[in-house]
């Protein structure tokens, strides 16, 4: 006999109908215990409530029909090499006709006399209304047609599971499992907040009864992810405050005082000062250092970055500064290196491409302690890499890097302070959720002398006279970037489009130096390009988004972005972000194909958006968060049911409710199940969250 305890986190396999092939299918979909089945929602619904008469069907018409097998026929069409199933149906007063494609075993079930419930595309064909691959149902004798049609749940699938085999998998889930999961809302909680209780929201989150019922079960659901995202952050803040490990005071001192006074070629703006001071202020106490710099492309965060890292250097720590792309580590390395050696100090560039033996050089120069400053990309988080005493880790353009390498990248140090900086500011919903409980500062203006970025869309057909204004814009001396997007499932194409543009431009600027940039050319190529194009020796450089962050060459005025529809608003703004910072105007040339309402829509609000913030919150409601702030990987904005977009009130109610309760009673002695609810999530996720 079948052990008839069943629980929650057992496999999906357990779950009646689903086997080893469907196990694996549905291990595609992230469904892995039945708990996962239970959680796995529909992305949409089918009103399937509305049973036509075939007698009222009409052509183009998607509805549900009830009717008979009058006749049934399978062949094989020579043509295609496809097997026919056709069946003639009727409901008493009309006809009709269905269709299906190599559907092996229709022949046993649809056999003439049955009774079935159809759902699809009603067309016209030889005069007889016919459905092609309708989806169907056999109903029993007497069955009431309208029940069994209901609002149909929509699953986001994969190749080889069907819509009915998901839905069914589903109700078994419902009926063997379901009674297995707890409430574990206290009572008067979830009276007080008009919460229905979590059985009947699963269920009627897959089976809708109505929509006023799915409405509130989707509420106590997308409650239920907020809150207990929150009081795992409403937890986690009161332990840090109890029990965070120390981290060295490092106060501001010589070096820094030098630096500013002599060795920085511009004063601090008010915004860098305001930062500065906050940061200084974090790193003085014993207490880790947690803090997001956000300012907008060409703020100046670099200059911040290093009067921290002179902090940590008098205080006798070392620090690192990690970098998303060795362009932007070598550029950093090439601009803080001089100041730091004025100093006294040693600083080395750590990336992948370095020649083994020089590598390890470093490596050893980090851990004995002799270099000061490590500036350089991933390898910087490489478990060959370890300090002396890092007393600062700081992560430049942080969206760019997953928690889980920002994590390591910390932990080379014991409790170091952390600095994450930041050009794409992240939306207040978001520093609630992903970013927990960082603090943040932010520089709200830009050095003098900027001018905003003149920002034109062009069509295709406008390339040559663009060309003829770059042309005048590198014969007063500027520089210019030319954009091709490139994007991993068709790179190859994308790569041979970029580089016949740029023999292009090439031919017709034979006598000025065009250089081609991307992320597939050998490190040393690639630092000679970018060295040529700071020098001018080359003044067009046509590239793929390797150059979108970080990179600072003041000469460069105009930024050409090819196909920009293709690009994300942030991305555009950080490309944006590359012009216009020497003090001479800055363009912006958007190349857009036509595309559709949308995209134009989003060039066009780009186009008349300058501020950065602006852009991200706009990005966030197109895009979704994972893709803005690079957290897709942590799994902390994957809600299920939330959207932190049209929920952001909710979160903030589930906030209030999830600190108050932990203030309350901390250990949550008064409501158990919430607690091992709140455990079981706090270990598979929660520590992923930005930590204080
Ligand atoms: P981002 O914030 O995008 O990282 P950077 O740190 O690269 O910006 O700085 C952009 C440019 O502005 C650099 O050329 C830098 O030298 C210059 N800069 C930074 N701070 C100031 C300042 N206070 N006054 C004038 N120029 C500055
Ligand atoms: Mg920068």
């Not at 079930?109 to 459905?131: H, N």
């Amino acid at each position: 006999m079948k052990n008839p305890v069943r629980h929650l986190s057992d496999p999906v396999r357990f779950v009646r109908g689903v086997g080893p092939v469907r196990e694996n299918m549905l291990a595609r979909l992230e469904v892995r215990t039945a708990e996962d089945l239970l959680y796995f929602f529909p992305f949409r619904y089918e009103d399937r409530r509305n049973i036509v008469p075939l007698s009222a069907l009409r052509g183009g018409e998607t509805a549900s029909a009830a009717a008979r097998v009058v006749a049934f026929e399978k062949r094989k069409s020579m043509k295609k090499g496809l097997s026919v199933i056709t069946v003639l149906l009727s409901d008493g007063r009309g006809m009709a006709r269905a269709v299906w494609f190599n559907r092996v075993g229709l022949e046993k079930i649809l056999v003439p006399g049955v009774r079935v419930l159809l759902y699809g595309k009603a067309d016209v064909r030889g005069g007889t209304l016919q459905m092609t691959n309708p989806e169907f149902e056999i109903l029993d004798e007497g069955e009431d047609e309208a029940e069994a049609a209901g609002i149909m749940p929509v699953y986001p699938s994969t190749a080889g599971l069907s819509q009915k085999a998901i839905r069914k998998m589903v109700r078994s889930a419902i009926d063997d499992f379901l009674p297995s999961l707890e409430e574990f809302l206290p009572g008067d909680f979830r009276l007080r907040l008009s919460l229905s209780g979590i059985r009947d929201s699963i269920k009627e989150m897959h089976f809708p009864s109505s929509r006023e019922d799915w409405k509130a079960a989707r509420h106590r659901l997308a409650f239920d992810e907020f809150f207990l995202l929150q009081a795992g952050l409403a937890l986690r803040r009161r332990r840090t405050g109890e029990d965070a490990g120390t981290a060295p005071s490092l106060p501001p001192g010589k070096l820094v005082r030098k630096c500013l006074n002599e060795l920085l070629p511009f004063p601090l703006t008010p915004g860098q000062r305001k930062a500065v001071d906050e940061i200084f202020g974090d790193m003085s106490r014993s207490v880790p250092m947690n803090r997001l710099l956000q300012g907008d492309v060409g703020s100046g965060k670099t200059a911040v970055g290093l009067l921290a890292l002179l902090a940590a250097l008098d205080g006798g720590c070392q620090g690192a500064f990690l970098a998303p792309t060795e362009i932007l580590a070598r550029q950093h390395f090439q601009r803080l290196a001089p100041l730091v050696g004025a100093l006294g100090a040693k600083c080395a560039l750590l990336t992948g491409s370095l020649p083994a033996k020089e590598k390890e050089g470093i490596q050893k120069g980090l851990e004995a302690g002799e270099i000061d400053i490590a500036i350089g990309t991933h390898a910087l988080i490489s478990e060959k890499t370890g300090f002396a005493r890092m007393g600062l880790a700081i992560v430049d353009e942080q969206h760019r890097f997953g928690v889980l390498q920002k994590h390591a990248f910390r932990s080379k140090g014991e409790n170091p302070h952390v600095l994450v900086m930041t050009a794409t500011p992240i939306p207040r919903t978001l520093t609630l959720t992903v970013y927990g409980d960082l603090s943040v500062s932010v520089i709200p203006d830009l050095p003098p002398g900027r001018q905003p970025v003149e920002t034109r869309a062009v069509s295709r057909k406008k390339i040559p006279s663009l060309l003829s204004f770059l042309d005048d814009r590198m014969s007063d001396g500027e520089r210019v970037y030319w954009i091709c997007p490139l994007i991993e499932e068709s790179e190859k194409m994308d790569l041979s489009a970029a580089e016949a543009r740029y023999e292009e431009l090439q031919q017709r600027f034979p006598s000025r130096g065009v250089g081609i940039l991307h992320g597939r050319l050998p490190a040393d190529e690639k630092e000679k390009v970018m060295d040529d194009f700071q020098k001018g020796t080359v003044s067009l450089l046509v590239s793929t988004t390797v150059v979108e962050v970080g990179v600072d060459v003041p000469e460069a005025t105009v930024m050409v972005v090819e196909d920009a529809a293709r690009f994300g608003l942030s991305q555009l703004h950080q490309l944006r972000g590359r012009v216009g910072r020497g003090g001479r105007k800055g363009w912006c040339i958007l190349v857009a194909s036509p595309g559709t309402q949308e995209s134009r829509e989003r060039i066009e609000a780009f186009c008349s958006e300058s501020s950065g913030f602006a852009i991200a919150e706009a990005d966030l409601r197109l895009r979704g968060p994972g893709e803005v702030c690079g957290v897709r990987q942590s799994g902390i904005t994957d809600f299920r049911v939330a959207d932190l977009v049209r929920d952001a009130d909710l979160l903030g109610s589930a906030r209030k409710e999830a600190f108050s309760l932990i203030g309350e009673d901390p250990d949550l002695s008064s409501c158990p199940k919430l607690k091992e609810r709140l455990y079981s999530l706090l270990g598979r996720s929660l520590n992923l969250v930005e930590t204080a």
